[in-house]
Each structure stands twice: as C-alpha cells, then as structure tokens.
Antibody, heavy 117, light 107 residues
Framework: EVQLVQSGGGLVQPGGSLRLSCAAS????????MNWVRQTPDKGLEWVAI???????VYADPAKGRFIISRDTSKNTLFLQINSLRAEDTAVYYC???????????WGQGTLLTVSS | DIQMTQSPSSLSASVGDRVTITCRAS??????LHWYQQTLGKAPKLLIY???SLQSGVPSRFSGNESGTDFTLTISSLQLGDFATYYC?????????FGGGTKVELK
C-alpha cells in the first residue's frame, strides 16, 4: 500500500528555517516524481516544487531561491527546506506523488506551518 | 500560468441529487485535467484523471467529461460522504494549477 507520512511544521518566527519531511512506503521516492503542494484559505491549493525521478528539480516562482526540495533514497524520504521564512509561507503543506507528471494520486496527511512572531 | 476557473464556488444539494461542477481552462490543456475531493481537515483525494478516467476505488457515480477547454465533474446521485469541496487541476504545463474549488453543501 502506498503511504506518505509527513512530519515537521509548527510555529516558526519570521526569518527562520524549517525542514518538512515526507516518509514514503509502498514505493520508492527515487522512482516517482515527488511534489510539494501547499494550501491556504486565500490562495487555495498551490503547487510548490517537484523533484523528478531523475533527480532534477523545478520550483514555482514564489518558491525560487528560498525553498529546496530533496530526497534521501536510503530513508525513502522527501524533504522541503524553507529558508528566510515569511508570513506568506504560512500554509498546510502536502507531499504528493502519482502516476504521471503532476497527477497526484497519493498525498501525505498535511502539516501546518505557521510563520509568526 | 494556466488559470483554472471553477463554477459554481458553492452549491447546496440533497442526498440523491445529480450535481455538476464546471472547470474552464484559460488555454488548451488537452485532456490533462484531474478532479479531487477534499473533506475538512483531510488531504485531497484523486477522483478523476485525464478528464474522464475514474481513479481506482472511486464509486462509479463520479464521472468526468470534456469539451474543448471546458470540463465537468458529475455526481449522478449525491451521497452523504460526497459533501465536500471539489477541485480541478491541470497537468498540461508547468506550473500545475488548481481551480478555486466548489463546496458542495447539504441543502
């Protein structure tokens, strides 16, 4: 059974850094394209970044420069590092993957990141 | 970016009703259109992929259709578990983009 279990998140001060994790089971993170998607009441669902099965990465414009998507194949885990956190990064973050590019068959349970002083 | 416009933003319906939600893309996306269902506090769940294909395990009362840049999700007979928010999403071009959602509420 395919499962994505997220950890990380919480309350962080502006300017800080945080790493979100997404542990996969039932498949290999290196054989699938892995994504991060976030959700806010204002902007709805917003794609953040992808790491292709081949290892290359692409970011949404708001994520360029401060977000880093990566994976650890030995732990079968996906990560999202966010630096220089801003209030507008406050969201529920989901990891997601599936069959085909940008088709999200499987989702993590979501983790809330709140950026506030 | 490709804009995805859903309508209506919300609707009220009763159990057993037939419900149709529309999603319009700002440009051609071929059939690279997917539908998701989200209930409160949960992650979205894939219902329909590639405009018309039913995801494994999803009840057959859900169906998708397409006509050019217009796409529809139909629930043939609304059940209690179907009261949720529905999103469309295009995967034709980077970045993938989502519609604003349609909340289906109990009348």
């Amino acid at each position: 059974e395919v499962q994505l279990v997220q950890s990380g998140g919480g309350l962080v001060q502006p300017g800080g850094s945080l790493r979100l994790s997404c542990a996969a089971s039932g498949f290999s993170v290196s054989s699938n394209h892995m994504n991060w998607v976030r959700q806010t009441p204002d902007k709805g669902l917003e794609w953040v970044a992808i790491i292709y099965s081949g290892g290359s990465t692409v970011y949404a414009d708001p994520a360029k420069g401060r977000f880093i998507i990566s994976r650890d194949t030995s732990k079968n885990t996906l990560f999202l590092q966010i630096n220089s956190l801003r209030a507008e990064d406050t969201a529920v973050y989901y990891c997601a993957s599936g069959n085909g590019l940008y088709r999200f068959d499987s989702w993590g349970q979501g983790t809330l990141l709140t950026v506030s002083s | 970016d490709i804009q995805m416009t859903q309508s209506p933003s919300s609707l009220s319906a009763s159990v057993g009703d037939r419900v149709t939600i529309t999603c319009r893309a700002s440009q051609s996306i071929s059939s690279y259109l997917h539908w998701y269902q989200q209930t409160l506090g949960k992650a979205p769940k894939l219902l329909i992929y590639d405009a018309t294909s039913l995801q494994s395990g999803v009840p057959s009362r859900f169906s998708g259709n397409e006509s050019g840049t217009d796409f529809t999700l139909t629930i043939s007979s609304l059940q209690l578990g179907d009261f949720a928010t529905y999103y469309c999403q295009q995967s034709y071009k980077t970045p993938p983009t989502f519609g604003g959602g349609t909340k289906v509420e109990l009348k």
